[in-house]
T-cell receptor, first 116, second 111 residues
Framework: ETGVTQTPRHLVMGMTNKKSLKCEQH?????MYWYKQSAKKPLELMFV???????ENNSVPSRFSPECPNSSHLFLHLHTLQPEDSALYLC???????????????FGPGTRLTVT | EDQVTQSPEALRLQEGESSSLNCSYT??????LFWYRQDPGKGPEFLFT???AGEEKEKERLKATLTKKESFLHITAPKPEDSATYLC????????????FGQGTRLTINP
């Protein structure tokens, strides 16, 4: 495997279900991210993890729960979602070098989530 | 608040017809501006990072330029395989690792 991988690629779940999205990065990076991409809206940052520690939660509802067991793996646990949560969920990783340096993020293919 | 506006929303060109996409931004202090390409049903693919006004980067038929208020993605003699949505994002000095994205320009190249 190379780059950033995500599973599953497609997920349909009911509002009462619990499911998890998985992301793995094979780039040796030290930071990982979750983004949400809805139709007609820009990508929205959800969570940031640096060296396994959550450093940003962009006012995301508690029905989304991230987990980062190590610097290569990232999960997004989902429970009691709403239909408006249907979107493409993208994982990304980057190598953070220094506080003032720009860091390009590399994205996975995404999980297309449909909440019924 | 950091903001990114891309124009046009959609652009149709004939194969070989050169054009430019615009990314206007407001940011407290620019750490970096990024261009990505996104194909339908896929994640964004990194293209360029620009750091300072006057900088230019090139890759095949694409050239990205940067001023203090906007960036352009110039496409020279495009081919149908250049059809995609092109995304612009900024990273500010205060924003740590957060990228703020524009809504993208959907580019279609007709053969």
């Amino acid at each position: 495997e190379t780059g950033v991988t995500q599973t599953p690629r497609h997920l349909v779940m009911g509002m009462t279900n619990k499911k998890s999205l998985k992301c793995e990065q094979h780039l040796g990076h030290n930071a990982m991210y979750w983004y949400k991409q809805s139709a007609k809206k820009p990508l929205e940052l959800m969570f940031v993890y640096n060296f396994k520690e959550q450093t940003e939660n962009n006012s995301v509802p508690s029905r989304f729960s991230p987990e980062c067991p190590n610097s290569s793996h990232l999960f997004l646990h989902l429970h009691t979602l709403q239909p408006e949560d249907s979107a493409l969920y993208l994982c990304a990783s980057s190598q953070v070098i220094g506080a003032g340096e720009p860091c390009e993020q590399y994205f996975g293919p995404g999980t297309r989530l449909t909440v019924t | 608040e950091d903001q990114v506006t891309q124009s046009p929303e959609a652009l149709r060109l004939q194969e070989g017809e050169s054009s430019s996409l615009n990314c206007s931004y407001t940011v407290s202090g620019l750490r970096g501006l990024f261009w990505y390409r996104q194909d339908p049903g896929k994640g964004p693919e990194f293209l360029f990072t620009l750091y300072s006004a006057g900088e230019e980067k090139e890759k095949e038929r694409l050239k990205a330029t940067l001023t203090k208020k906007e960036s352009f993605l110039h496409i020279t003699a495009p081919k149908p395989e250049d059809s995609a949505t092109y995304l612009c994002a900024v990273q500010s000095v205060q924003g740590a690792q957060k990228l703020v994205f524009g809504q993208g320009t959907r580019l279609t190249i007709n053969p």
